[in-house]
C-alpha cells in the first residue's frame, strides 16, 4: 500500500465520493467525516430524486452533495473515491482524470484504514458478513472497547434521529471492524488480526475462485475464526496458523451450542453457549430468529473471543443486539394477521437462510423477489430457481419482477422470465410480473389473515419503502 498517502496525510485532504449513498460508500463518508475530513460527494439516487431522506441526513453530518456532471470535482487535492466499476464516462470520473486526482476504490480506502489500525477485525463469507460485523462491533462497543465499524446495513443499535443510516460507527484507531468483500477480490487488500469466514458458496464468483479468495485471506490473518458447519469453510482450515472455530451443530467446534437447548419463536430464540475450551455453557438471548442468526452470534462472539473479549460478556451483549435493516425486519402485522417482512435475501444462501426460518413456523409464504442485477442474476439464477422450488410449498408463491437496473451498460438479455420457466421445472410455483407496483397490487389482492409476505432483494433501497408501501393495503 506505499503508493497511497498515509492516514494522517489522508484526512488532511478533501475527499469526493462518486455513488456517496452507494452501501459501500456511505459508511466510509461518515467514518472519515467523523474522524475530521472534509467530504463531498455525488449520487446518481440524488439526481434521480430516490431516497432523498439519506441525502438529507448525509448533509446534516456535513457531507456536501452535487449534482453527478463534474462541477463537484475542482482541485488536484481532491482525492476521489468510486466503485472499481464506475464507467469511466461518468462525468465526475472524467472531471477527475482530467485534473489528475488520486483515485481510490473503496476497497482500497476502507483496507488503508483497517490495515494502518491497531488491531482489525474483518468478517468474510458469501452470507452474513453485515449481520456478524454488527454484533461484534456492538459487542466491542457495549464492553467499552471504542471500535470504529464500517458496515454495509444500517445497524439498529446506533441509529438515532440525527443518524438514522448508521451503517458506521468512527469510533477510535485501536480496533477496526469490518466486512471485506470477495465479489469483486478486494478481500486480497486485508492484513486482519482476526479473520472470520463465515461460509463459502456460489454467489459473484465460480466457488474456484472463492475458494483461492477465502484460503488466501485467512492465511493472512494472526488468528482465523472458521465456521465449522460449513465444509467449504472448514476446508480451510490448513491454511490458517491460529484458528478458533465455531458452529450450531459441530460437537467438535470450541465456541457452540448445547445440543437441544434451542428454543425459537417467529421473531427471536434463545439458546446455551458452550465455551469448549473450559466447557462453561452460557445463556444467549438473540432478538432474531433463525438457525443461520445463532451461527451468525457464534461467529461474532468466536471474534471477540479471539480479540481478548470472554465469552461470558461476549453472549451477555448480544442479548441488547437489536439487529440490522433489512435483515428479516419485522415492517408490520397487520389486524388481520399479514405479516410484511423487509430483508436482504439476493444470492441463494441468504434466500434459503429466510425462506427456512420462515417455513418454520405456521402460515402461508408469499416471496417476492426483485434480482439486484443481470449480471448476478445468469451467475447464480439456476441455484436461486432450486431455493425457492425446494423451499417454498404448495400453498406458497414466488413472485419475481424485473431486475433493478439503474443505468450503466449490461447484457439484459436475460432477465426474471427465465428463473420463473427454472422454478417450474423444479416443482415450484413462480410468476413473472415485470413492473414493481403491478407485483404490489397482486400481492395485496391475493393475501390472506396468516400468511407471511416477504420482500427480498438488494442494491435498490426503494424496496424497503416498497414493503412499508404494501403493509399500510391492509
Not at 452507494?22 to 439526481?47: N, W
Not at 430524486?49 to 488536484?76: C, M, N, W, Y
Not at 488466501?216 to 480451510?236: F, P, Q, T
Amino acid at each position: 500500500m506505499s503508493e497511497f498517502p498515509s492516514p494522517e496525510d489522508l484526512l488532511a485532504r478533501p475527499f469526493f465520493f462518486v455513488g456517496v449513498g452507494g452501501s459501500g460508500m456511505l459508511p466510509l463518508a461518515q467514518i472519515l467525516r467523523g474522524r475530521g475530513a472534509r467530504v463531498e460527494g455525488s449520487d446518481r439516487s440524488l439526481d434521480q430524486g430516490r431516497t432523498p431522506e439519506k441525502f438529507t441526513a448525509l448533509e446534516a453530518q456535513g457531507v456536501t452533495l452535487h449534482p453527478q456532471d463534474g462541477s463537484g470535482i475542482v482541485s488536484q487535492d481532491q482525492i476521489v473515491v468510486a466503485s472499481a466499476a464506475v464507467e469511466a464516462s461518468v462525468p465526475d470520473i472524467a472531471r477527475a482524470e482530467d485534473l489528475g486526482c488520486l483515485r481510490l476504490t473503496r476497497a482500497e480506502l476502507n483496507s488503508i484504514l483497517f490495515n494502518t489500525s491497531g488491531a482489525g477485525l474483518a468478517v468474510a463469507g458469501t452470507s452474513g458478513k453485515s449481520t456478524v460485523t454488527g454484533m461484534l462491533g456492538w459487542i466491542m462497543h457495549h464492553l467499552g472497547r471504542e471500535p470504529t465499524i464500517m458496515n454495509g446495513a444500517v445497524m439498529k443499535n446506533f441509529a438515532n434521529a440525527e443518524r438514522p443510516f448508521a451503517s458506521a460507527v468512527a469510533g477510535g484507531q485501536s480496533l477496526y471492524v469490518s466486512e471485506v468483500d470477495e465479489s469483486d477480490g478486494s478481500i486480497a487488500l486485508y492484513r486482519p488480526a482476526v479473520g472470520i469466514l463465515l461460509n463459502v458458496s456460489l454467489d459473484h464468483k465460480s466457488l474456484e475462485e472463492l475458494r483461492q479468495l477465502f484460503g488466501d485471506y485467512l492465511s493472512r490473518s494472526r488468528i482465523a475464526v472458521v465456521n465449522a458447519d460449513d465444509a467449504e469453510a472448514l476446508a480451510h482450515l490448513p491454511r490458517a496458523e491460529e484458528v478458533i472455530t465455531f458452529g450450531v451443530d459441530q460437537l467438535k467446534a470450541q465456541i457452540g451450542i448445547v445440543p437441544g437447548s434451542v428454543a425459537e419463536g417467529p421473531m427471536r430464540q434463545a439458546a446455551l453457549v458452550v465455551d469448549r475450551h473450559d466447557g462453561s455453557e452460557h445463556p444467549l438471548r438473540l432478538n432474531l430468529p433463525g438457525r443461520h442468526n445463532l451461527s451468525n452470534a457464534l461467529a461474532a462472539i468466536a471474534g471477540a473471543a479471539a480479540a481478548g473479549i470472554p465469552v461470558a460478556a461476549a453472549v451477555e451483549a448480544l442479548a441488547g443486539f437489536d439487529g440490522l435493516s433489512r435483515r428479516f425486519e419485522l415492517v408490520g402485522v397487520s389486524a388481520s394477521g399479514i405479516t410484511v417482512i423487509d430483508d436482504f435475501g439476493h444470492n441463494p444462501e441468504k434466500c434459503a437462510a429466510t425462506l427456512r426460518t420462515l417455513r418454520a413456523h405456521e402460515g402461508r409464504i408469499l416471496a417476492f423477489f426483485q434480482p439486484h442485477g443481470y449480471g448476478p442474476l445468469r451467475q447464480m439464477g439456476a441455484e436461486l430457481a432450486q431455493v425457492f422450488a425446494a423451499e417454498l410449498t404448495e400453498g406458497d408463491r414466488t413472485i419475481l419482477c424485473d431486475p433493478v437496473y439503474f443505468g450503466g451498460t449490461t447484457d439484459r438479455s436475460e432477465g426474471s422470465e427465465r428463473i420463473v420457466r427454472l422454478i417450474e421445472d423444479a416443482g415450484g410455483h413462480a410468476e413473472y410480473i415485470p413492473n414493481r407496483k403491478a407485483v404490489g397490487d397482486r400481492l395485496a389482492s391475493v393475501a390472506r389473515p396468516g400468511d407471511r409476505i416477504v420482500i427480498m432483494g438488494a442494491r435498490d433501497d426503494t424496496l424497503s419503502q416498497f414493503a412499508r408501501d404494501l403493509f399500510a393495503r391492509f
